[in-house]
């Protein structure tokens, strides 16, 4: 199997930063794309930034320009840097891979990670 171990969540005043890291293991071929998702009680779940193994990033247009996205692919890792939060920016946020096993390397999954909870106090 896959798992997804998240960390970096917290408590941070308005205008503050985190970093959060999403570190994959298990038998893995490769991972060709690792995202970030969050969600707010009574919301949906929403996508806020991806990038490929080719290091493609997109970031939507609520957190551009602050939230930036990256990736180790040595290291099966993906991190946001979250700077200028606001308190709409808290929520639980999920890192999702789409991940190629070994067992099966024609064949992509999709793993989620546990969920580390942001909270932004204004």
């Known amino acids: 199997q896959v798992q997804l171990v998240e960390s970096g969540g917290g408590l941070v005043q308005a205008g503050g930063s985190l970093r959060l890291s999403c570190a994959a293991s298990?038998?893995?071929?490769?991972?060709?794309?690792m995202a970030w998702y969050r969600q707010a009680p009574g919301k949906q779940r929403e996508l806020v930034a991806s990038?490929?193994?080719?290091?493609?990033?997109n970031v939507v247009d609520a957190v551009k320009g602050r939230f930036t996205i990256s990736r180790d692919n040595a290291k099966n890792t993906v991190y946001l840097q979250m700077n200028g939060l606001k308190p709409e920016d808290t929520s639980v946020y999920y890192c999702?891979?789409?991940?190629?096993?070994?067992?099966?390397?024609?064949?992509?999954?999709?793993?989620w990670g546990q969920g580390t909870q942001v909270t932004v106090s204004s």
């Open positions: 990038v490929t193994s080719g290091g493609m990033t």
């Open positions: 999702k891979a789409i991940v190629r096993p070994k067992e099966s390397p024609p064949n992509t999954y999709q793993y």
């Open positions: 298990g038998s893995i071929f490769s991972i060709n794309v």
